[in-house]
């Protein structure tokens, strides 16, 4: 069964473009999370969706959003980049919603310089 | 709120000596609890989890880890160190049993010396 997919898995935007993001999950899983890796700070959670319902937001601003597509497939969406949104964004896939018994998957992510 | 702090940001150890990392968490409820390794550019994947079955957990790789809950810990233990288990490790907190909505300590990244 094939993995997690992120793409691209390396980006250089300018301050103030926007960026979309693209995961596949593993078949048959249904929820998708995203998470902003730094080495200031550290792993924080952007949000979950599962059957296409945002369920779960974690701490960021509005220029942070995404959706998610009938088939799981979900994108996140960056605006009017700054030069603080430079991470790795890492996408996860589980069969399950939150709280539920499945497990994370997490994708080799995609690392996103602003210039 | 929960939180987790992980003691030491990088651990250095001789291969086939005893690999300990450090977690201790707060949380308001029993805790779901989570290790994580992360190699150079992958992603992270799941070592071992608690969810209260048993306070010692064992995992992939040779890890183990034990739920202390008087200590509010859960180290990570490696009896003998392999030169492939160096990378970064993430110990997790979460509302859920499985792991979602984290939040991750802020890691150790693990060398082995020959």
């Known amino acids: 069964k094939a993995g997690v997919t992120q793409t691209p898995r390396y980006l250089i935007k300018t301050r103030g473009q926007q960026v979309t993001l693209s995961c596949s999950p593993i078949?048959?899983?249904?929820?998708v999370s995203w998470y902003q890796q730094t080495p200031g700070q550290g792993l924080q959670f952007l949000f979950e969706?599962?059957?296409?319902?945002?369920?779960n937001k974690g701490n960021f601003p509005g220029r942070f959003s995404g959706r998610q597509f009938s088939n799981s497939r979900s994108e996140m969406n960056v605006s009017t980049l700054e030069l603080g949104d430079s991470a790795l964004y890492l996408c996860?896939?589980?069969?399950?919603?939150?709280?539920?018994?499945?497990?994370?998957?997490f994708g080799p992510g995609t690392r996103l310089t602003v210039t | 709120a929960q939180s987790v702090t992980q003691l030491g940001s990088h651990v250095s150890v001789s291969e086939g000596a005893l690999v300990l990392l450090r977690c201790n968490y707060s949380?308001?409820?029993?805790?779901?609890l989570f290790w994580y390794v992360q190699y150079p550019n992958q992603g992270l994947q799941l070592l071992l989890k608690?969810?209260?079955?048993?306070?010692l957990v064992k995992g992939i790789n040779g890890f183990e880890a034990e739920f202390k809950k008087s200590e509010t810990s859960f180290h990570l233990t490696k009896p003998s160190a392999h030169m492939s288990d160096a990378a970064e490790y993430f110990c997790?907190?979460?509302?859920?049993?499985?792991?979602?909505?984290?939040?991750f300590g802020p890691g150790t990244r693990l060398s082995v010396l020959p």
């Open positions: 996860a896939s589980s069969a399950g919603p939150g709280g539920s018994s499945y497990e994370q998957y």
């Open positions: 078949s048959g899983h249904r929820s």
């Open positions: 969706y599962f059957s296409e319902t945002q369920r």
């Open positions: 949380s308001s409820v029993p805790p779901y």
């Open positions: 608690y969810t209260s079955a048993a306070t």
């Open positions: 997790a907190v979460s509302p859920g049993p499985y792991g979602q909505n984290f939040v």
